[in-house]
C-alpha cells in the first residue's frame, strides 16, 4: 500500500508549557504510516495525545521537531498550507462547534466557497456530499432543528464537498447518543469503502476501532501498539496496564480463558463471540 | 424560551417573494418603512396597510407566524399608543386633572399603532422569506461602496452569519446552565431587581467561558476548511435581479406614488 501521511519522530510542546521538561511532551517521538484509501483507529485515554497528532496531519498545529508528511509535502510549509487542508479535512468531536451557516447546504457550500469553486460546480459538489451522508432531504433545514448524529453527518458532508483524500476524525461521536453513533460510524465506513477515502478515526470506543483495518494505540504522547483489531485486542493485559479497555465481546472470552475454558485468543464483536461459545456449549454437551 | 425569538427565522417557500433577490428585499424594505413614516393621512396609510398585507399574503406563510412576530413588542405597541393617547391637540373628550384625551390624540395614537404592527409585519417577511446567508450576503454586496472608506465589509458579513447561526445554540445553552443553576440551589426568581440581575452573574459566566470556548473550535473548523478571510472566495448561491425583482419595484414605485398623492391630495391629519 502507497504511503499518504508519514509522520516521523515527531515532538509537540504546547507553548503556554512553562519549563521545557522532557515530560512536558504532548507528544512524544510519535512515528507511523497511513496509507492511501486506508482506515485507521488511533485509540488512547484523555491526555493521551491523540487529539493533538490529529491535528498535527491538516498543519493546525506544527511539530515542535519532526515531520510530518502529507503525500509528501511537508507540513511546515506555509505554502503548502491550503494544498495539505483541501487534502486532508478535519472533523471535530461537537457538531454544534463546527457549522458556521444557518442552513445546511450553505455550511456544506462553506469550504468549496473558500476554496473559489464555481458556483455551478459548488452546487453538484454540495448535492453528492448530501447524498453521500444521507442528508439530502434535510438541506434546506436549520442545523439547531437537527440531532447530534444528524450535525455531525453535516460537518463530514462539508469536509466531502472538499473533495479531500483523507478525513481525519477526532472524536466524532464523543457527544453523540448510541443512535447518532451508528448513524456517523456507518457513513464513515461506507465513504472509506466506496470513496476510496482514507479514514483516521480518533476514538475511545473501541467497538468502533474493531471495524478499522489497523488499530494504533496511544499513550502519554507515544505509540503503545498497532496491528490489525485482532492483533491489538489480544493484548488485553498491556491495554489493561495503561487504563485501556478492549471491546466487551473480547473482555468475556479473555475472562472466560482465565477460567480455563478453551476458548480462540481474539474474539472481536458479538457474532463472533456467539459462535465461540456456541461451539465451546456443543463440545461441552457431546462430553457431558 | 429559544422557541419565542423570531429574529432571523428563515421559513423555505416558493412564493414571489422568496424568488426575489435579497439585495432588492432590502432596499424595498427600507423604502417601505420610509413611506410608512411619510404617511400623512388615513387614506395613505391605509393605501400603505393594504399594500403591505398583500406582500404578507403572497409570501404564502401563515398569518399567524406574523401575529407572532407581533406579540413580542406588544407591550410597546400598547404604551406608546396609550401615551400618544394624551398628546394631541383637538376636541377634549375625556379629561382627569392634567390628562385628556384628545381628537388628535386618538388619531396619533391610530397612526403609531397601525405604523408599529405593519413595520414589524413588513420587517418579517424579509427575514422568513430571506435565508440568513443570502441575507449576509445581500448586505455584503450592498455596502461594497464602503470598502472605500476601509470598513470591513466581508468581516462584518462573516460575523452576522456566525451571530445568527449561534443565537439559537446560545439560548439552548442559557436554558441548560440556569437549569443547572437552578438544581445546584440558585434561586432566580425571587427577590428584587437588583437581587434578581445578581443572580445571573453564575449564568452569565459560565455562558462567557463556554462560548469563548465554541468561538475557537469554530475558528480551528473554519481554518479546516480553508477559509482565509474572503480572498478569492466564490458562492454557490449568486445573487441575481430577475423580472420578479423588477416587477416588485414597479409596483413598489406606484404604491409609494400613490402615498405622496394621498398625502397632498388629502391633507394631513397629523
Known sequence: MEDYIKVSHVYFQYESSEEKKPDDFALND?????????????????????????????????????????????????????????????????????????????????????????????RKRVDQALKAVDMYE??????????????QRVAIAGIIAMEPECIVLDEPTAMLDPQGRDEVIKTITELNHSMGITI?????????????????????????????????????????????????AAELVYKLRGCGYELPECVLNEKECVEVLAALMKKHSKVG | MAREITLGQFLPGNSFIHKMDARSKIILLIATIVFIFLCRNFVSLLLISLFSLLVIFMTKISFMKYLKSLKVILFIVILTGILNLFYGTGDIIWQ?????????GIINAVFVIVRIAILMMISAVLTYTTSPTDLTDALERLMKPLQFFHVKVHEIAMMMT??????????????????????????????????????????????????FRRANDLAMAMECRCYNGGKNR???????????????AIVSTIIFAGVIYCNIRFGSII
Request: charged letters at 25%.
Open chain 1, 200 to 248: 483516521i478515526l480518533i476514538t475511545h470506543y473501541m467497538e468502533e476501532a474493531v471495524l478499522a483495518d489497523r488499530v494504533i494505540v496511544m499513550d502519554t504522547g507515544k505509540v503503545l501498539t498497532e496491528g490489525t483489531p485482532r492483533e491489538v485486542f489480544s493484548k488485553v493485559e498491556l491495554l489493561r496496564k495503561h487504563r485501556l479497555n478492549v471491546p466487551q
Open chain 1, 30 to 122: 510519535v512515528n507511523m504510516m497511513i496509507g492511501k484509501g486506508e482506515f485507521v483507529a488511533i485509540v488512547g485515554h484523555n491526555g493521551s495525545g491523540k487529539s493533538t497528532l490529529a491535528k498535527h496531519f491538516n498543519s493546525l498545529y506544527i511539530p515542535t521537531t519532526g515531520d510530518v508528511f502529507v503525500d509528501d509535502i511537508n507540513t511546515k510549509d506555509d505554502e503548502k498550507l491550503f494544498d495539505i487542508r483541501k487534502k486532508v479535512g478535519l472533523v471535530l468531536q461537537n457538531p454544534d462547534n463546527q457549522i458556521v451557516a444557518g442552513i445546511v447546504e450553505e455550511d456544506v457550500a462553506f469550504g468549496c466557497e473558500n476554496l473559489g469553486v464555481p458556483p455551478e460546480e459548488i
Open chain 2, 96 to 104: 382627569w386633572w392634567e390628562l385628556k384625551i384628545t381628537t388628535g
Open chain 2, 234 to 248: 466564490t458562492r454557490m448561491k449568486v445573487l441575481h435581479f430577475t423580472g420578479v425583482d423588477i416587477a416588485a
Open chain 2, 162 to 211: 456566525i451571530a445568527l447561526r449561534f443565537i439559537p445554540v446560545l439560548l439552548d445553552e442559557t436554558d441548560k446552565i440556569t437549569n443547572a443553576q437552578k438544581a445546584r440551589g440558585a434561586d432566580m426568581e425571587s427577590g428584587n431587581i437588583i437581587q434578581r440581575v445578581k443572580a445571573l452573574i453564575p449564568v452569565l459566566i459560565p455562558l462567557f467561558v463556554s462560548s
Open chain 1, 138 to 151: 434535510y438541506r434546506l433545514h436549520s442545523p439547531d432543528k437537527l440531532s447530534g448524529g444528524q450535525k
